[in-house]
C-alpha cells in the first residue's frame, strides 16, 4: 500500500502536535517495519521545516527531517506538477501541488487532515484515524 502524506500529517508527526500525533505516529511506524510506504511531496520539505524551526532549533528539525526521510519517498514537484495545479479547478494551489504529486508517485491514498480540500479527487482520501481503522476492519 502507498500512501501520500499531505502537508499536515507530516507535521503532526514531526511537530508532536497533540492529539494527532499518535496516529500519525502509527502510520510512520508501519511504514519503518515496511509494511506501507508513504510518500510526501518535495514541497512539504520546505514548508515543515519552515514551520518547526519557528518552535525548536535549525538542527533539531533538520535532523528530525533526516529521520523522517528514511522511512518516506519524496515526490518531486517539477514543471507538470506545477502545470496541472495551475490549470485545476483546486481553490488552494498548494493543494493542486500535493494531489497532482501523489498522482504522479502512483500513490493510492491521500492521507490529510483536510478531506474537503480534495473533494474531486480520483483516489481515496482519508484522515489517519481513517485509515488506521480501516485496517482493523476485515
Known sequence: MHL???????????G??????????KIATLADESKLTITVSSLSYA???YVLEKFESAEKV???LRKFSIISNIGTVDDE???????SNFKDFEDAIQYFC???SNCDIIITRNKKDYKNAKI???TSDEFL?????P
Open 47 to 49: 514548508t515543515v521545516n
Open 4 to 14: 501520500f502524506w499531505d502537508t499536515n500529517i507530516m507535521l503532526d508527526l514531526l
Open 133 to 137: 481503522a480501516s485496517l482493523k476492519t
Open 102 to 104: 501523489a498522482l504522479k
Open 124 to 126: 481515496p482520501i482519508m
Open 16 to 25: 508532536e502536535r497533540a492529539p494527532f500525533y499518535e496516529s500519525a505516529a
Open 62 to 64: 533538520k535532523n528530525k
Open 81 to 87: 506538477i506545477i502545470d496541472k495545479g495551475l490549470s
